[in-house]
């Protein structure tokens, strides 16, 4: 399969839109405290977080992650497609070290090796 760069981007749009998405919502969810433990207070604290701008533009970006793979279906089998999203997972890895200051450790580092080593040999076959 040859590297087709537009075709490529609907993947990365994909990537990008979803771990855009998760980072924001961590960020705020992070922000907003722990949930409360009476149902009608969690409803109310549900309803306030989704009425933040920041939730509702990552809300969006899930859905534009959805219409990202879309396009990216039309493009490629899911068999190749798929194993890209796994760099979801190294994104979010980093950017919860970087940004939120949580753990990594040798466990965690030697599972994303082992998944762009993974996606290294999907894409070359």
Known sequence: MTFRVVDHSYIALTIFFTVYSQLILR?????????????????????????????????????????????AMTKFEISYAYPFVSLNYILVLAAGFLLFNESVNVAKLAGSALVVLGIIVIAKG
């Open 27 to 71: 960020w705020q969810v992070s922000l907003a405290g722990d949930a409360p433990e009476d149902f009608i207070a969690k409803i109310g604290f549900i309803i306030g977080l989704l009425l933040n701008p920041w939730v509702l533009s990552g809300i969006a970006a899930t859905f534009l992650a959805g219409v990202s793979w879309m396009l």
